[in-house]
């Protein structure tokens, strides 16, 4: 079964300060994709990072890292210094290859950056 | 500007009657798709469609239709056969490769309200 954990229900954090979205995936496929997507209180996903099966780097965009560990079948999110623009709810999804683009999401870990 | 539009933004539905949210994307992608979110939980897939004349149920297609005549059009019915119809509704679409398809990208949603 294709499966994606966001344990991490609502986080609260104070402005500037660090955090980490956790999401750990279940596949038994050999190529997969995930993401991350960022939906604010307007409603619309935002795209934010793909990654391949076969890429474990990890890739740093401005404030934003993420941390891609097949050995722990994690693929982790972090904000660095956050900023009250950050508050929203993060999704991260599992992409299967070779199967229409059915997407699995994690239920969505809402970050409230307060000022 | 290329992109993905929903209308109406809120839909308001007297129980007994069918619906159509509209969809429509410019991006020239091959796939779209829509998707169901409640309160608390992740996306859940009701139809998708990779090419025009054709689509396929996802996880909760129940109560729910569709229809691909246009490329650049998904429109989705819930008809009166949906039991709980009151929910936050995603369409996205995304470009077709093969063995699969790529990122998808989302409108802003349309919230429907069954009265």
């Known amino acids: 079964a294709q499966k994606v954990t966001q344990a991490q229900t609502e986080i609260s954090v104070v402005e500037k300060e660090d955090v980490t979205l956790d999401c750990v995936y279940e596949?038994?496929?050999?190529?997969?994709?995930l993401f991350w997507y960022k939906q604010p209180p307007s409603g619309e996903l935002v795209f934010l990072i793909r990654?391949?099966?076969?890429?474990?780097q990890n890739e740093i965009s401005g404030r934003y890292s993420w941390n891609f560990q097949k050995s722990t079948s994690s693929f982790n999110f972090t904000i660095t210094a956050s900023q009250v623009v950050d508050s929203a709810v993060y999704f991260c999804?599992?992409?299967?290859?070779?199967?229409?683009?059915?997407?699995?999401f994690g239920t969505g870990t809402s970050l409230t950056v307060i000022p | 500007d290329g992109g993905i539009t929903q209308s109406p933004k809120y839909l308001f539905r007297k129980e007994g009657q069918n619906v159509t949210l509209s969809c429509e994307q410019n991006?020239?992608?091959?796939?779209m798709y829509w998707y169901r979110q409640d309160p608390g939980q992740g996306l859940r897939l009701i139809y998708y469609?990779?090419?025009?004349?054709?689509?396929q149920k996802g996880d909760i297609a129940e109560g729910y239709s569709v229809s691909r005549e246009k490329k650049e059009s998904f429109p989705l019915t819930v008809t009166s056969a949906q039991k709980n119809p009151t929910a936050f509704y995603l369409c996205?679409?995304?470009?077709?490769?093969?063995?699969?398809?790529?990122?998808?990208?989302f409108g802003p949603g349309t919230r429907l309200t069954v009265l």
């Open positions: 596949t038994r496929d050999t190529t997969y994709y």
């Open positions: 996205a679409s995304s470009i077709r490769l093969a063995g699969g398809t790529d990122t998808q990208y």
């Open positions: 999804a599992l992409r299967r290859e070779n199967t229409g683009n059915q997407f699995y």
């Open positions: 990654r391949n099966s076969f890429d474990e």
């Open positions: 991006l020239n992608h091959d796939a």
């Open positions: 469609s990779q090419i025009v004349n054709d689509f």
